[in-house]
């Protein structure tokens, strides 16, 4: 039975984990376990006038003058919610021009959840440049119902397929550990 589903990983950090926002904007010099070819396909949202990066820095500072003791050195400042969807229905919808319902289905999910548990949004990221990658070669080897599976890796500078890739289809849902409204973080009271 194919899946058709979507799944939601979440996980908190501290700020000194920055690093996997950097891996969420593709920011680092070599982004492992991204195709760069693929890249470019990326796309995403900020909640603010700024980039997720800049955003996040912004609130931060703001919860940290409206509360200068809900945010200590050690807190875990920030949520990553992994949204992983089904390539196939994923790339059907982008098929058939439903891109802008994706990203607003995207933004509802992450005002529901700052509705229901108090996390600021930050912004959002959908990652299609990640998966599994096979030459052409071994791509001939695999039965026909793996095949399908897969998708070719086009390039510009090669008219020829020589790579195929099984896509790992995801968004990164940043979220501020901060409720403006309560002036607290939130993350405390959910592990209670």
Do not use: W
């Not at 003058?65 to 992983?84: G, P």
């Not at 039965?143 to 790992?168: A, G, L, M, S």
């Amino acid at each position: 039975m194919e899946k058709t589903y979507c799944a939601v990983n979440t996980k908190y950090y501290k700020n000194s984990n920055r690093g996997e926002i950097s891996h969420v904007l593709r920011s680092f010099a070599e982004n492992v376990n991204a195709y760069e070819e693929l890249s470019p396909n990326n796309f995403g949202f900020s909640f603010g006038n700024c980039d997720i990066d800049q955003h996040y820095e912004n609130l931060l500072s703001q919860a940290k003058q409206d509360n200068k003791f809900a945010i200590q050195k050690d807190s875990n400042t920030f949520i990553d919610s992994v949204l992983i969807f089904n390539s196939d229905r994923f790339f059907e919808c982008m098929e058939n021009g439903k891109k802008n319902e994706i990203e607003e289905a995207t933004k509802a999910y992450m005002l529901e959840f700052k509705a229901l548990y108090g996390f600021e949004p930050v912004g959002f990221k959908f990652h299609l440049d990640e998966g599994t990658v096979v030459t052409a070669d071994n791509f001939q080897h695999l039965d026909e119902k793996e095949q399908k599976k897969y998708r070719p890796i086009e390039n510009d500078d090669n008219p020829f397929v020589t790579e195929y890739i099984k896509h790992n289809i995801h968004a990164h849902a940043i979220f501020l550990n901060y409720d403006f409204e309560k002036k607290k973080t939130c993350l405390r009271n959910m592990n209670r």
